[in-house]
Structures are given as C-alpha cells and as structure tokens.
C-alpha cells in the first residue's frame, strides 16, 4: 500500500500541515530541503541519515524534507546519554547526522568513513525509517518500516474511527513511534498536527479547537494523563476531544475510574513500535460505558492469543498467553539483522487474553515475572493490588538477583498522600498478596522516574536504591 505522496506534499510541504507554523514554516523547510538535495548529491545509492533534533518544527521539516528521497532515516533520541548514543551510531554507520540549534536551524556532520549500503527493494517511494525501541533497558534496536507500513497503519486507524482527516494534538516525542505516527496520519489525510507540552497544554489546546471535534484526537500516556489532571481545568478541555487514547502499557485502575468518572472520552489502545503504533483500541462510547479492554483489532491487523509454551496453537477465548498480531503494518525488521520484504507476523512478550466476541485485554510483559524460592510472581499482579487499594499514585514492581531467593520482588511506590506509612501499605498488601508475593524491598519515591513514552527506567529506579 503506496501513498500518493506528490499529491499529498502539494498541501503538507508548503506547512499546511502545522497551522502553529505556517508563518515560519519556509524558513524551516527551505534549509531542510537543501540538507536533503546534499546527502542526495553526496554519492550514487542509498544513504544513511540520523536526525537528532529537540524541536517538532525541526523533526518534522527534515521528516518531509527527506520523504520522498532514497535514504534510511535514523530518529536519535536528543534524552539519550553517551552510552545510548553511541551504541546508536555504531548499530546505524550513518553518513550524516543531523541536529538543530534551535528550532529550524540545523547543523550537520558528515562521516567519511561510513560503510556502503547494500541495495534495498522498496515500493515507489523508497524512504525507511528507523525508530528506535529498547532505549529504557540499553539494547538499543531500530525497527524497521516503510511508506507502506505506515501507510497501512494509518489509513487502518483512519478506517476504525471513520473520519475523513486526523487533526492531532501532539504531546508525545516525534522519535518515538506514538508521535511520529500522529505527525504521519495527519499527513496521509491532509489533516493536521498540532506539537505541544504538557506545560503549555491549555494554550496549545486552543489551536485544536479550530478543527472539528469529529477529527480532534489527543494521544497520551497514563503519568501524562495523571499529570494533566491535577489541574481540574483540564478536564472539560479533554472532553472536547474525540478520543483521548491512552497507550504505553497498561494503566492505573485507579486513574480509569477517575477519567470515566470525569466523562473523559478516553480510548485505550495496545501498540507498539514494531507494527507502526496502535492496533487494537477501546472506543470512548465502550470505555465509558464501563468496558475495561483494549477494544478490537483494527482492520489492518489480525491479533491471536497463542499458547505460551506452543506458539502455533491458539488459546481458547478468555484463556492468557502471547499476543501475536498479523497485518500489513509490521516492520521490516531490526537494522542490522537479516531482511525481511513480508514481514507479516510477530509473536509478542506480551500477556493478554481475546473473549469470545474478540476484545483483547493485555495483561502486561510475559518476561515480567520473577521466580523467587522457586515461586513464579507476576509483577503485574503485584502493581495491580497496590493500585486496587487507594494509598498509591503510581507503583512500578521489579526483581533483582537475591542470593537467598534466586531473585527477590522489589517496589518502588509514590503514596497517595505523605501521610500514609508504609507500615499501613505493608497491612493492606499483605491482606491481598500470598507471602511468597510479598515484595522484599520497598522504595518510598516522589516519583516513579518514567521516560516520554511512560515506560519506568529501571537504571535510574536502581540507582535510587543504590544498586
């Protein structure tokens, strides 16, 4: 699935995509373009480019700048530190790179010792882009994808909500798949995006309400959420959205409540980086009428419950195991490994299980389990209970190595209030989780240190414990 690219860049690349940008957009645009004519001129065949840039005028400039051109585009996140970095530059060998200075100006490296790029079959729009997943436990990959991936998972999105064009409200970093997919549908509809901050959430707000609410979609994840609604007023304004979607794992049952209680259109999804973004989603009618899933797969994708030990059988309805998804919209691979064309299954490490009538409910990673005095824990259950009993804001379980217990369940907890103990915590977990599930250790935070996309740094949590 191709998209018509020159008849959508008569639109986008003249900055009708970004209404926040119109008046400096060329001046954006225009240095971008040259970037891209040079690394075009550089040398016959295809090219290796990594953009490492902290502003959303900058990333999406050279995004489009570079859309049509035949170049593997690498998205470098300006958060990682030098180990990060330079695991990502040596897994890409780029032959340039790319920062801004400040929003729209750009500077560049060229290196001469970059190796040749081997051939690549594509459609007729021959970009690929490289996003990035791993970054939180230091593997870092960059999965693979293509104008037809992306494609295919943006106009299935567009076909599951039935809108005629995406208008985004952006919060979420462009690097990571969650806003990079924003910034794509909103092209292949020739709608618009709208980049943002938390901090500036009211005000950015504002841009979206020159659109229709029939194609006003906001995307966050659950500290996001938690965050925005510390702020009563921002409760009517996300009403004002179609859809809230909500991703990047599961969230608080104690943060739902509140959002359904609020009558916020939220919508929870399940995705991830390797099949372009979302492919199941709860509608906002469902969620708050009270459902608790992750809705049904899109129509780009196919997803199945296998069984955990036998991936090739599938599990009954209602029964756990290993989601696998099918579709159009997979990556290609992970650079650097052996290429795929059709890639048209993966097999998750994620928990969930499928009813009858076809809702997926993730119950979380299936790696997410320790094995303590020969007992077998799921962290998932252990974050659940502290979430169910009111005294926490947030809650992240881990394991680490224990010489007496082969592993042991550590926790790391925000308490709902400074007043409450964690001798009180200790008696209201304990009256809910067997002894063996107890956690061994417990680490009493302001907050769980968590990245853009939600995801909690264990490195940083380690650190906190002096580990």
């Known amino acids: 699935m191709e998209p018509d690219l020159d008849r959508l860049f008569d639109f986008e690349s003249h900055g009708g995509l970004f209404p926040q940008f119109e008046s400096v957009w060329d001046a954006a645009f225009r240095p971008a373009r040259e970037y891209a004519d040079l690394v075009r001129e550089s040398a016959a065949g295809r090219k290796r480019v990594a953009v490492l840039v902290t502003h959303p005028l900058s990333f999406a400039a050279l995004f489009l700048a570079f859309a049509r051109e035949e170049v593997d585009l690498f998205f470098y996140s300006p958060t990682w530190g030098k180990v990060e970095l330079d695991t990502a530059r040596r897994v890409s060998d780029a032959h340039f ?15 001469q010792r970059a190796g040749a790029c081997q051939p690549v079959e594509t459609g007729a729009n021959r970009l690929r882009v490289m996003i990035a997943t791993g970054g939180t436990s230091g593997r870092i990959r960059f999965a693979i994808h293509d104008w037809s991936t992306l494609s295919a998972a943006a106009y299935g999105f567009q076909q599951h909500v039935s809108c005629s064009k995406m208008a985004g409200h952006c919060v979420l970093p462009l690097y990571h798949v969650s806003g990079f997919m924003q910034l794509v549908r909103a092209l292949l509809t020739m709608g618009s995006v709208v980049f943002g ?18 194609v006003r979609f906001l995307s966050l994840v659950a500290t996001q959420l938690e965050r925005l609604l510390r702020d009563e007023a921002n409760g009517p304004r996300l009403r004002e959205y179609r859809a809230v979607f909500l991703g990047g794992g599961p969230a608080p049952v104690g943060l739902l409540e509140k959002a359904r209680g609020l009558g916020l259109p ?27 899933h992750q809705g049904r797969a899109l129509p780009h994708v196919r997803i199945e419950i296998v069984d955990q030990e036998v991936s090739s059988q599938k599990a009954p309805p209602g029964e756990i195991g290993l989601i696998q998804v099918q579709g159009l919209s997979l990556f290609r691979g992970y650079y ?24 997926l409910t993730v119950l979380g990673r299936a790696d997410r389990v320790v094995i303590t005095g020969g007992e077998k824990v799921n962290l998932r259950e252990v ?21 007496e217990w082969g592993q042991a369940v550590w926790v790391a907890y925000v308490p709902q209030d400074k007043g409450i103990g964690e001798a ?32 909690p740094m264990l490195r940083e949590l380690e650190a906190k414990a002096g580990v």
């Open 197 to 214: 901050r938390l901090e500036t959430f009211a005000a950015d707000h504002q841009l979206m309400l020159k659109v229709g609410r029939d």
């Open 383 to 403: 974050e659940l209970v502290f979430e169910a009993s009111g005294l926490v804001s947030d809650v992240y379980a881990f394991g680490r190595d224990d010489r």
């Open 424 to 455: 009180v915590l200790r008696e209201r977990i304990a009256e809910e989780l067997s002894p063996f599930k107890m956690p061994k250790r417990w680490l009493r935070l302001g907050v769980v240190p968590r990245n853009e996309a939600g995801k």
């Open 97 to 111: 790179e790319i920062a801004d200075s400040r929003p729209g100006v750009f500077s560049g490296s060229r290196n």
């Open 266 to 292: 939220l919508a929870p999804t399940y995705g991830m980086t390797e099949t372009a973004a979302q492919v199941a989603t709860l509608s906002p009618e469902r969620f708050l009428a009270g459902d608790t």
């Open 336 to 359: 650097g490994d052996p290429l795929s064309k059709s890639n048209l299954s993966v097999l998750t490490t994620d928990l969930g299980s499928m009813d009858a009538a076809g809702h």
